[in-house]
């Protein structure tokens, strides 16, 4: 099964999210508003059977509620779309301390640098076009959430996108 640690969001503010969508840019896929999340570790496949131990290690992790801030729209080469996130002392420490407890388990985790982000969408091609009109959209928009909780997530790869299920909550202390 294909699982992440993300953060969910309410749905007032997913709705808030989706007015920043262009549905005229044909070639934009975007994210259905109830899959809105912030990615914490991508932990990838793993075998239905490592889903106990990894449930265990997570919630050995301590943590306070925090807030963050949503701010300024960005694009990865790759082309996705993204929702940027205010730096987040509460958020890079508790990143940092899921990670080291996932690779505790012998679990090989991406190398690349952490850049927390909500995912709007994804373009095979990212035109001037495309860029112009989602970044006028997004100019000004700013939210706060709360943090008082993360998920255990596991995806499910479909034609039209990936389906995420919770499979576990986990609470502050």
């Known amino acids: 099964m294909r699982l992440f640690l993300a953060i969910d969001l309410p749905e007032d503010l997913q709705d808030r999210i989706t ?14 508003s109830h899959q809105l999340h912030i990615t914490l570790v991508f932990i990838g496949d793993q075998p239905h059977q490592h889903l106990e131990e990894i449930i ?3 919630s050995e992790i301590s943590f306070e509620p925090f807030e963050l801030r949503l701010q300024k729209i960005g ?8 929702l940027g996130i205010e730096e987040s002392e509460p958020l890079k420490r508790l990143q940092k301390s899921l990670s080291h407890k996932i690779r ?7 190398q690349r640098k952490y850049t927390p982000h909500i995912t709007l969408g994804r ?34 790869l479909k034609a039209d996108g990936a389906e995420y299920q919770t499979e576990v909550e986990f609470l502050p202390d």
């Open 75 to 82: 694009y990865f080469k790759s082309g996705i779309i993204w």
């Open 104 to 110: 505790g388990l012998g679990i090989e985790l991406e």
């Open 19 to 32: 007015e920043l969508y262009c549905p005229e840019l044909e070639q934009v896929r975007w994210t259905a």
């Open 123 to 156: 373009c095979k091609r990212l035109t001037s076009h495309v860029v112009s009109e989602v970044s006028h959209k997004g100019l000004g928009f700013t939210a706060n959430i709360e943090v008082n909780a993360f998920q255990l997530k596991s995806s499910i």
């Open 56 to 58: 265990e290690t997570v």
